[in-house]
């Protein structure tokens, strides 16, 4: 299966959809399929190759990558419409058995060009922006929709709401690749080669380091939890969590860096941490069950999380992770406490989270979808034969 996936971000980037985008499509030709990444990329600046892109996103897989120029790249609100209009015309769009992508701009310039199509979100568009509901629902009743690639039971339910036929939205959660876990490190070795303080009791967040991300709650956290250091890695800027880390002695941040080295502070935490906060998903609404989750239930650490319905769905409270209510800060410090305290009780919750991350790689769930939107591809044309028999008799 020859598969165009259209991107309308340039690449490479720090940025969380394009690291997800391009494993993605590293796993689908791991599979075997042909598969083309459609980006734009600056008129002024050379085209990345795939091995750049590979090197970059430290992935493998034989893709291919056609690159738009356009003097609008560095210009989201028309890069997205004008790559949405242009890349369904691309030469790997056309000779495609199927358009793939994450973006509406796209989803609709695919959708009018009556080419099989499936579109991937994490974002449930029609509950932040209502005007969307009616989009989606004309765009997912095409013909030549396949299907949707929903990264959480509860983005799946907001669709279903909509009326889009259920067969056509399936759960796939995001991954991790376990090479980046190897060798594994012990917690000494990994706080060595980072130069961190080996008797220090360590809490880490890692991603991006912005507001939206709840971080207020972990900074919260710090305050009342003096005893430990609270590492955050995945800073671009002084931004204002930046400038409130400042003002604690306790807490430390450190650049964005790329996954090899992210794991390393990984491995040296005591504790993972994700915000105690539902800001994330109810009021920015810009993460829906974080991808960071699956890099530290691979890591193999103690995880304090809040128990929000995304949440929920990966991880379970004494089992792989300690919950905590969102924003209930004396509980968070409360749970990193008693996981510093009690090896044992770390060591379970660690294990637990090991297990969890055993079915979910890269490569399992690249098998998930090319399954679903084989069997959904399959549908449509038996679908497109029975419809034909019935109006010819």
């Known amino acids: 299966m020859h598969i165009a996936y259209l991107l309308d971000h340039p690449l490479p980037s720090t940025a969380t959809d394009t690291e997800q985008a391009v494993r993605t499509v590293a796993a689908l030709s791991r599979q075997g399929h042909t598969v083309t990444l459609v980006v734009p990329t600056?008129?002024?600046?050379?085209?990345?190759?795939?091995?750049?892109?590979?090197?970059?996103?430290?992935?493998?897989?034989?893709?291919?990558?056609?690159?738009?120029?356009?003097i609008f790249a560095r210009f989201m609100g028309a890069r997205k419409p004008i790559h949405g209009l242009r890349s369904v015309r691309s030469r790997s769009a056309t000779d495609a058995d199927v358009?793939?992508?994450?973006?509406?701009?796209?989803?609709?310039?695919?959708?009018?060009?009556?080419?099989?199509?499936?579109?991937?979100?994490?974002?449930?568009?029609?509950?932040?922006?209502?005007?969307?509901?009616?989009?989606?629902?004309?765009?997912?009743?095409?013909?030549?929709?396949?299907?949707?690639i929903l990264h959480s039971n509860l983005a799946r339910s907001r669709y279903c709401a909509l009326g889009i036929d259920s067969e056509k939205l399936?759960?796939?959660?995001?991954?991790?690749?376990?090479?980046?876990?190897?060798?594994?490190?012990?917690?000494d070795e990994a706080r060595r080669r980072l130069g961190i303080d080996l008797k220090q009791p360590l809490v880490v967040y890692a991603g991006r380091v912005s507001p939206k991300k709840g971080l207020d709650t972990v900074l919260a956290m710090a305050s009342r939890c003096e005893e430990?250091?609270?590492?955050?890695?995945?800073?671009?800027?002084?931004?204002?969590?930046?400038?409130a880390a400042r003002e604690q002695k306790n807490v430390i941040v450190s650049p964005w860096v790329r996954v090899d080295r992210m794991v390393e502070y990984l491995f040296a935490a005591d504790v993972l941490v994700q915000p105690p906060?539902?800001?994330?998903?109810?009021?920015?609404?810009?993460?829906?069950?974080?991808m960071k989750l699956f890099h530290y239930l691979a890591a193999g650490r103690p995880i304090v999380a809040p128990s929000t319905a995304d949440v929920t769905e990966l991880l379970?409270?004494?089992?792989n992770a300690a919950l905590v209510e969102p924003g209930d800060i004396d509980a968070a410090v409360r749970a990193v406490r008693r996981l510093l305290a009690n090896a044992a009780f770390a060591k379970k919750l660690a294990r637990g989270g090991l297990e969890t991350a055993k079915g979910a790689s890269w490569d399992a769930r690249a098998d998930r979808i090319q399954r679903f939107v084989t069997q959904r591809m399959a549908a449509a044309k038996q679908e497109t034969v029975e419809t034909a028999l019935l109006r010819a008799r």
Do not use: C
């Not at 209502?130 to 765009?139: D, W």
């Not at 399936?170 to 917690?187: C, G, I, K, T, Y």
């Not at 906060?277 to 069950?289: F, I």
């Not at 379970?316 to 089992?319: K, L, P």
């Open 42 to 70: 600056p008129h002024d600046a050379p085209a990345p190759s795939p091995e750049q892109i590979r090197t970059y996103y430290q992935t493998r897989g034989d893709f291919d990558v056609e690159a738009m120029p356009t």
């Open 99 to 148: 358009l793939y992508t994450r973006n509406i701009p796209s989803l609709l310039t695919a959708a009018m060009s009556g080419r099989p199509f499936v579109y991937e979100t994490y974002r449930p568009w029609a509950d932040e922006r209502s005007f969307l509901g009616p989009v989606f629902r004309r765009v997912m009743a095409k013909p030549a929709f396949v299907g949707a």
């Open 277 to 290: 906060s539902s800001a994330p998903l109810e009021v920015a609404k810009n993460t829906v069950l974080p």
């Open 228 to 243: 430990a250091t609270f590492l955050l890695v995945g800073s671009e800027g002084l931004g204002p969590i930046e400038r």
């Open 316 to 319: 379970e409270h004494d089992v």
């Open 170 to 187: 399936e759960v796939v959660h995001n991954a991790h690749e376990p090479s980046h876990f190897e060798p594994r490190l012990e917690r």
